[in-house]
């Protein structure tokens, strides 16, 4: 089935849990590709492949190498294995977004598929494997791939320009969102498989030598990418600012999770049972203040990490934060204040707990022991 027509001529199709984009004429590619992936001037066709058979579904390959996946894979979709690029992903294929920009003669369409949920990394965050040592990678689903189609000819350093940009537009996309690192307690900037191809029309009378930001077409890049990222991962996940307005989805990163606040409250005797304390949590997850406030105070401890406030200073700020959060009076019983000599992002980890419990305990007091 032909699900959208770029301004190049090529039709992109879906069919076979695949996006395939076969090409009208002369393309020059450059892609993350592990089957004829780089800079690539013969290509006739690119894909991206759903492997996942479906929901709850270990995701299941043509072969026992994924690149040899993929070469089956483009034989399976009826491309030249030669000359056809393609990326696999447990995203589907009906999730896909397609968005375009355009000024002047330049167009550019960017079609993204987008999981983060499940394997979202923050660059530099701990590995899982080492190649140099012999070890093969360990599969993961949650990939965002994008492919982006630019409708005129790009020298060889643009187009490389190109998915630079490509990829800090992708990265800002997961930073507006505040995607959460499943492998530390920082903010996603991808996750660690995804793949990109960049296409640029080689038959076209304009090429361009530059696609950084300061740029239009660089402006065009940064645009299709950060929309069509975040509508994929909307649909494929429910990630999006709305389902974002949480304070758990904004404390989660740092262990702060349903779970870890009920073992921190029933330390703290309080007398619920867990259904009416996850209700009760739901409701001040809700509420606009305290995500407002507890936004502030993690954003604290994300400047601590990075280095731009001393310990004291984030620890201190915190303090003030949660005393100025609604029904909080800012004071922690005593065996809730932390040792004056643990590092300071575990005491604000603890410290928040603490006053997200203590506020808790003092609605359920007022309410005789239950949430009404």
């Known amino acids: 089935m032909r699900i959208e027509m770029l301004p190049t001529g090529d039709p992109v199709h879906?069919?076979?849990?695949?996006?395939?984009?076969?090409?009208?004429?002369?393309?020059?590619?450059?892609?993350?590709?592990?089957?004829?992936?780089?800079?690539?001037?013969?290509?006739?066709?690119v894909f991206n492949n759903d492997i996942n058979p479906g929901a709850g579904m270990e995701c299941q390959?043509?072969?026992?190498?994924?690149?040899?996946?993929?070469?089956?894979?483009?034989e399976h979709?009826?491309?030249?294995?030669?000359?056809?690029?393609?990326?696999?992903?447990?995203?589907?294929?009906?999730?896909?977004?397609?968005?375009?920009?355009?000024?002047?003669?330049?167009?550019?369409?960017?079609?993204?598929?987008?999981?983060?949920?499940?394997?979202?990394?923050?660059?530099?965050?701990?590995?899982?494997?080492?190649?140099?040592?012999?070890?093969?990678?360990v599969p993961k689903s949650g990939t965002i791939n994008i492919i982006l189609s630019i409708s005129t000819d790009l020298t060889?350093?643009?187009?490389?320009?190109?998915?630079?940009?490509?990829?800090?537009?992708?990265?800002?996309?997961?930073?507006?969102?505040?995607?959460?690192?499943?492998?530390?307690?920082?903010?996603?900037?991808?996750?660690?498989?995804?793949?990109?191809?960049?296409?640029?029309?080689?038959?076209?009378?304009?090429?361009?030598?530059?696609?950084?930001?300061?740029?239009?077409?660089?402006?065009?890049?940064?645009?299709?990418?950060?929309?069509?990222?975040?509508?994929?991962?909307?649909?494929?996940?429910?990630?999006?600012?709305?389902?974002?307005?949480?304070?758990?989805?904004r404390t989660e990163r740092f262990g702060v999770t349903e779970q870890t606040l009920w073992e921190w409250f029933q330390r703290q005797e309080g007398s619920s049972t867990r259904a009416d304390f996850a209700e009760q949590l739901y409701q001040l997850s809700q509420d606009g203040e305290w995500i407002?406030?507890?936004?502030?105070?993690?954003?604290?401890?994300d400047q601590l990490q990075w280095g731009l406030l001393s310990s004291g200073e984030?620890?201190?700020?915190?303090?003030?934060i949660l005393g100025l959060l609604p029904g909080n009076t800012g004071e922690f019983p005593a065996r809730e204040i932390s040792p004056e000599h643990e590092p300071a992002a575990e005491r604000m980890i603890r410290e928040l707990k603490a006053a997200i419990c203590s506020r808790m305990a003092a609605r359920e007091q007022r309410n005789g022991g239950r949430d009404r």
């Not at 393309?27 to 001037?41: A, D, K, Y």
């Not at 620890?315 to 003030?320: D, E, F, I, Q, Y």
């Open 156 to 249: 060889p350093g643009a187009l490389a320009r190109a998915l630079v940009t490509c990829t800090e537009a992708k990265t800002a996309a997961l930073q507006e969102l505040l995607a959460a690192s499943r492998y530390s307690s920082g903010i996603a900037t991808g996750s660690g498989t995804d793949g990109t191809i960049v296409i640029c029309n080689a038959e076209s009378d304009l090429c361009l030598t530059n696609a950084g930001k300061h740029s239009k077409l660089g402006e065009l890049i940064g645009k299709a990418v950060k929309s069509a990222v975040k509508e994929a991962l909307r649909r494929q996940s429910g990630l999006s600012q709305e389902g974002q307005h949480d304070l758990l989805r």
């Open 77 to 137: 979709l009826g491309l030249d294995p030669k000359t056809a690029a393609g990326m696999a992903t447990a995203a589907s294929m009906e999730n896909v977004s397609i968005q375009k920009e355009a000024f002047g003669a330049t167009e550019v369409t960017a079609v993204v598929t987008g999981g983060i949920e499940v394997n979202g990394g923050r660059v530099g965050d701990p590995a899982d494997w080492d190649e140099a040592a012999g070890e093969k990678a």
């Open 61 to 74: 390959m043509l072969a026992p190498s994924y690149e040899e996946h993929l070469t089956r894979m483009a």
């Open 292 to 301: 407002t406030g507890v936004s502030l105070y993690v954003h604290l401890m």
């Open 14 to 45: 879906r069919y076979q849990k695949c996006i395939v984009i076969p090409f009208a004429g002369k393309r020059r590619v450059l892609s993350t590709c592990s089957v004829n992936g780089g800079f690539r001037e013969d290509l006739t066709a």
């Open 314 to 320: 984030a620890v201190s700020m915190g303090r003030k």
